[in-house]
């Protein structure tokens, strides 16, 4: 079904491993944070400070890995460096109880956690050029997996370790992982860097860049994901609130609802990612958001904690389907030689317009009810689906 043979599709799995973990390092993070809260007596305000480390570092880190990336050639190699880093941050928790100290580890899982991406999409869209929507699903079934699995494993270990002793024990796994792709995948990388000469000047990036960035479709495509990415990110932030404080959700039914959520991603994503490799990119997008603005509304009318759980599924199946498609179609457009960079340049997009949402959302639910911010998110995808519209159609064709 795929198009790609059992036998080749190793490497597109090894890296969706490698994926997981980056989202395992920073739900770690995340679940970490109220018990080093608690534990440290910071203050809400110290606590938060933390998190903005973490998304400054995560962006900053984003436009330079690019670079690296496409001037070195050597892509297996920062993965390998951004797991490296990320569970060296993570091992290091278990020692420190300075808040100098844990926000430099903290800036150290951001900037891993974004070293990650332009490495891993440039290396599987080159690997599988004819089949990139396949192959990048996999890596975005990781994320959800890694957003799914790390929240279960850093409760059960926080239930009978500390904090320090959860942070050591949860980097084991990325490690393990970070072995096996060198192990795997880098002797080969190797080999192709030596028959290659290499990556490539400075100079010949710099013009490179320049003529990504002149390109109408690629930066309407970057403002598109990053409409998306506003509607993704607010839902994640809003609808545990949503949940709890309109519908009276219990923490059970929450929790279901939440991971209802991420299993619609690892469901949807290998199906749309094959599927546009067949009929094009355009149409699985153009599917994903519109269902994705329908279901959005669609939540502010329901009360019952069963249809909840079944939309939540719908939305998470929809709104995680179009992610590694809108990557692929990213991928047809760069030249081989710059897909690092056209990946940061898409990410920076995401990470920029995501960051308004939180205090937007939060001004918009203070002054007329959370309903309302799911209103504001429906409008996102509504202008997401506009430019997917408004785009040049010049899809450039899939190497087969």
Known sequence: MSGVHWNRQGPAFLVGLGHASTHWIAAFFYLLLPYITRDLDLS?????????????????????????VDVTGRRVLFQVVSLLVGAGALLAFGVTRELAMLALLVTLIGASNNLWHPPAIAYLSDIYPGNRGYALSIHALGANLGDTLAPLAAGTLLAVLTWQGAAASGSAPVVLVAIAITALLLRGEKSAHAARAGGMSLSEYVAGLKRIVANRLVLGLCLMAGFRSMAQNG???????????????????????????????????????????????????????????????????????????????????????????????????????LAGSATSLMFGTQALLSAAVPPIGGLIADAYGLSTVFYMLAATMLVANLLVYLLPHQDAPRAG
């Not at 998190?51 to 900053?60: K, T």
């Not at 992610?323 to 457009?333: G, K, T």
């Open 44 to 68: 809400y305000a110290q606590a938060g400070l933390l998190v903005a480390v973490f998304h400054v570092s995560s962006l900053l880190a984003n436009f330079g890995s690019g670079l690296l």
């Open 235 to 337: 839902l994640l932030v809003f609808l545990p609130l949503f949940l709890v404080d309109e519908l009276q959700t219990g923490p059970l039914w929450m929790g279901i609802a939440i991971m209802a959520m991420q299993m619609g991603g690892l469901v949807a994503a290998p199906i749309a990612g094959t599927w546009s490799d067949r009929i094009g990119r355009r149409p699985v997008v153009l599917s994903g958001l519109s269902v994705t603005t329908v279901v959005i509304v669609a939540l502010t009318l329901i009360q019952n904690d069963a249809v909840v759980v079944a939309a939540v599924s719908v939305l998470g199946f929809a709104l995680f389907a179009v992610r590694p498609v809108i990557h692929s179609w990213m991928m047809d457009l760069a030249p081989s030689n």
